[in-house]
């Protein structure tokens, strides 16, 4: 898990809807929101990026913070 920052939509909540996100220094577009799920720690997305691949990312309501969960290619 990497922390990563997130651009976002935020429409009655904040994390309503993630745009963009930064990992290691470059920025991903993201294209489709696969799967959305809630858990006790907050939001988590699938997600399809404009360059091809998916990656799974959460943020944690807690903490304030987005993370990077998994990349599959």
């Given at each position: 898990?990497?922390?990563?920052y ?38 988590f ?29």
């Amino acid at each position: 898990m990497e922390n990563i920052y997130v651009e976002c939509y935020s429409g009655y909540k904040y994390a309503d809807r993630p745009e963009a996100f930064v990992w290691k220094e470059k920025r991903y577009k993201i294209k489709d929101i696969l799967k959305r799920w809630r858990e006790e720690q907050g939001e988590f997305f699938t997600v399809e990026i404009e360059e091809g691949g998916k990656y799974t990312i959460s943020y944690n309501e807690k903490e304030d913070r987005w993370s990077l969960l998994k990349k599959e290619s």
